[in-house]
């Protein structure tokens, strides 16, 4: 099994960046497809980014493309989320998932994913 715990969450205003982080303990960090989901209230968890297991391919919601961007540090068992660019409608609880077998065609696909993090609140102000 692997532990996920996010951090970074916050308050921005629109226009501005934020960073997430999610750390993992347990099994081998590098073992996993990783992606990056949000829930806004009153709204379905959706897919936000994915990662696989290098780190060379990545996955995008069309709402995001451009503007985040999702990596990971197999060294030190963490995967990122860089926002740019953030808007009202960014607001939502971000959660990291991990996933050991998934393939870079099913990574986008948030049924598939075992493990979850607690989530982490972003709040953008317009």
């Known amino acids: 099994q692997v532990q996920l715990v996010e951090s970074g969450g916050g308050l921005v205003q629109a226009g501005g960046s934020l960073r997430l982080s999610c750390a993992t303990s347990g099994r081998t960090f590098r073992v996993y497809v990783m992606g990056w989901f949000r829930q806004a209230p009153g709204r379905e968890r959706e897919v936000v980014a994915a990662?696989?297991?290098?780190?060379?391919?990545?996955y995008y919601a069309d709402s995001v493309k451009g503007r985040f961007t999702i990596s990971r540090d197999n060294a030190k068992n963490t995967v990122f989320l860089q926002f740019n660019s953030l808007k009202p409608e960014d607001t939502a609880v971000y959660y990291c998932a991990a996933d050991s077998r998934l393939s870079t065609s099913t990574m986008r696909s948030l049924r598939e994913y075992d493990y979850w993090g607690q989530g982490t609140q972003v709040t953008v102000s317009s």
């Open positions: 990662i696989n297991r290098s780190g060379s391919r990545t």
